[in-house]
């Protein structure tokens, strides 16, 4: 006879992979299933998620990890609730009559909206942006404006401008919203769409009000029921975006606590408590949490590098330096440095705190000296030099220094790197033992919807027995004046992989 237990369960859905992971009130996994899914690069900057292979591998990791629970010995009931956390930024655009896909999901890093963001920028410069009924703001002052009201800058790292090319180049998409037969959201939304029944349902629900008319929810309330599959009937509690995820996951939820997340890209979320700290040095200002649909949001200043996880997959499989992601640090550390060589990740443009569409991969200082161990630590250094910078911006927006900074993320799990990271920032790295962050935090959320274990997004004494398996620590051992040497030497870098491909107004 199976056990019965009291678990939450987690689908988590990143830029290459979906896992499910169902975790105890003490957050250890009890049961798990991965499954990577195709990425699609039809022209250089393009970057394609079939939505469908998403729902499906979604799908099978819960089934999978569902059987691995059972194999051990535990009931399916057992699993109480689930959330869901996804990447962010990522356009699905589906029929919401047939619930079908109206084409591929535009990925967050895809770079092909860089001409709609000059025609927008354009437009911000001649005719401005009406902020009231004949009030107009333009130029520097329209730039502000547009971020006053979104609290983003004009970028091809958001969703919106995603959503506006789909409109200009997709005649299905354009013919659904002339229909008014369009659904648009990010991967969660599409997610908890198809999971709790599809067009029978049209659950159709969103975290950004200001786009268009959606269900809006917090990060912590059941907003739905699974309506098949082994799962069937089980709440969903918990919808965030994986680095909010990520911060909830390392127990970061009161002001000064700041957290980083190395996968595809890296996420740096610094948390701001009940206060919106309005950026004027390149991060942006979002909501970290809400802890129930009367609970004020919790806020946090954010800095994102479009390039991390991903430099060290474009070294395995476009050059053919490693086998597997995790070689990149015994390659690197077969030389004790770069050999004089800086690596711009740039690989679709530079995000914060630069906000740079038209800036290019870059790798300078290459010489018949260079070796594949070079390149290796350059691309480590780049995460490193590419954090510092995040963090510069933190510290100057903030008020305050940041001495510490948790990390968790495939990328981390390589000790060279973090050591890298340490010595390049200056700054305390802690990794914890349990480095599946981004999907406890959305397991975390699921259980406070309906407060199982006594756990309480606004009482964060109620996790203090969540995620103590320890954690290994990282400290500096590189000069000074030898760490201010090489960041004055990464910034000449930036500034000359800078304006190389700069998007055209072609409306």
């Known amino acids: 006879m199976l056990k019965q237990g009291e678990f939450v369960g987690s689908l988590d859905c990143g830029t290459t992979s979906v896992r499910f992971i169902i975790f105890d009130r003490y957050a250890n996994i009890i049961s798990q299933h991965q499954l990577e899914f195709p990425q699609y690069y039809e022209q250089p900057g393009w970057h394609d ?83 009231e009924p004949g009030v107009w703001k333009k130029g520097k002052d329209g730039v502000e404006a547009l971020r006053e009201l979104t609290g983003l800058p004009l970028s091809t790292y958001f969703s919106a401008i995603k959503l506006r090319w789909m409109l200009d180049h997709i005649p299905e998409v354009a013919q659904a919203h002339e229909a008014d037969e369009l659904h648009f959201g990010t991967v969660e939304s599409w997610l908890i769409y198809n999971l709790v029944g599809g067009p029978e349902i049209g659950l159709h629900i969103c975290e950004e009000p200001c786009l268009l008319d959606f269900f809006i929810v917090s990060t912590s309330e059941v907003c739905g029921h699974i309506s098949e599959g082994a799962l069937k009937g089980v709440p969903i509690g918990g919808l965030v975006g994986d680095q909010q995820g990520a911060l909830i996951g390392n127990k970061c939820l009161q002001q000064g606590e700041a957290k980083c997340t190395y996968g595809t890209g890296g996420f740096l979320l610094f948390c701001t408590g009940n206060e919106i700290v309005k950026s004027t040095h390149g991060l942006l200002s979002t909501i970290a949490y809400q802890a129930g649909p009367n609970s004020p949001p919790v806020y946090a200043l954010e800095g994102s590098i479009s390039v991390a996880g991903s430099a060290i997959k474009w070294l395995r499989d476009a050059m053919g330096f490693i086998e597997h992601a995790a070689e990149v640090n015994t390659l690197a550390a077969k030389e004790p440095t770069t050999g004089g060589i800086y690596f711009v990740t740039a690989f679709s443009g530079l995000l914060a705190p630069y906000w740079d569409p038209s800036a290019t991969g870059l790798m300078i200082g290459l010489s018949q000296y260079t070796n594949p161990s070079h390149i290796a630590r350059a691309t480590l250094e780049a995460n490193a030099f590419q954090t510092r910078a995040i963090i510069e911006s933190m510290n100057l927006d903030s008020g305050a220094d940041l001495h510490t900074l948790k990390v968790d993320g495939g990328m981390t799990n390589g000790d060279l790197a973090m050591s890298v990271l340490a010595d390049l920032g200056g700054f305390r790295v802690i990794r914890p033992e349990m480095r599946e962050s981004t999907a406890l935090g959305s397991a975390l959320l699921a259980g406070a919807a309906i407060n199982l274990f006594g756990w309480d997004m606004s009482k964060p004494e109620t996790f203090a027995e969540v995620n103590t398996a320890g954690s290994k620590e990282f400290i500096t051992s590189m000069p000074e004046d030898e760490r201010e040497w090489k960041w004055v030497t990464w910034k000449r870098a930036v500034e000359r992989c800078r304006g190389w491909d700069v998007g055209v107004d072609d409306t």
């Open 49 to 131: 998620h079939d939505p469908l292979e998403i729902q499906e591998h979604s799908r099978l990791c819960i089934e999978e990890s569902i059987n691995l629970l059972e194999a051990n010995g535990w009931s399916k009931d057992s699993v109480k609730v689930i959330g869901i956390t996804n990447q962010r930024e990522t356009t699905v655009a589906w029929n919401k009559h047939t619930g079908k896909p109206l084409c591929n999901a535009i990925v967050w890093d895809d770079s092909r909206t860089k001409n709609t963001v000059a025609h927008y920028e354009r437009k911000l410069e001649t005719i401005g942006l009406q902020v």
